[in-house]
Nanobody, 126 residues
Framework: QLQLVESGGGLVQPGGSLRLSCAASGFTLDYYVIGWFRQAPGKEREGVSCISSSEGSPYYVDSVKGRFTISRDNAKNTVYLQMNSLKAEDTAVYYC???????????????????WGQGTQVTVSS
C-alpha cells in the first residue's frame, strides 16, 4: 500500500513557526516529485512548494518565498516544510502529495498528483 501521512500542524501566532512532516510508506519518495499544497475554506487548492531529486532547485509559490523551506530526509523517507514568519493568510489545511512524472513547477502549478495525504491543519491567529 502507498501512503503519505502529514503531521506537525497546529495553532500558532503570527510571526511564529511550524515544521510539517510528510512520511511515506510503500514507495520511495526520492523517485517522485513531492509537493506541499494548501487549501483554505472557499478557496482553490494551491501548490506551496515542490521538490525533486532530479532538479536543481525546489519550487516555491511567490507568497511563501523567503519564509518557507522544503527539504527531504531519504533515510526516513520523509519530506518537511519549515514555515517561518507565519501570517494569517497561511491558515489552511496542508497536504503533501507525490507524482512520478511532473516537474516541480508543473506539479505545484497544476496541483495534480497520483498520491495524496489526508492533510494537517495550520491555523495562524492571535
Amino acid at each position: 500500500q502507498l501512503q503519505l501521512v502529514e503531521s506537525g500542524g497546529g495553532l500558532v501566532q503570527p510571526g511564529g513557526s511550524l515544521r510539517l512532516s510528510c512520511a511515506a510508506s510503500g514507495f520511495t519518495l526520492d523517485y517522485y516529485v513531492i509537493g506541499w499544497f494548501r487549501q483554505a475554506p472557499g478557496k482553490e487548492r494551491e501548490g506551496v512548494s515542490c521538490i525533486s531529486s532530479s532538479e536543481g532547485s525546489p519550487y516555491y509559490v511567490d507568497s511563501v518565498k523567503g519564509r518557507f523551506t522544503i527539504s527531504r530526509d531519504n533515510a526516513k523517507n520523509t519530506v518537511y516544510l519549515q514555515m517561518n514568519s507565519l501570517k494569517a493568510e497561511d491558515t489552511a489545511v496542508y497536504y503533501c502529495a507525490a507524482d512520478p512524472r511532473y516537474t516541480v513547477q508543473s506539479l505545484c502549478v497544476t496541483t495534480k498528483a497520483k498520491y495524496w495525504g489526508q492533510g494537517t491543519q495550520v491555523t495562524v491567529s492571535s
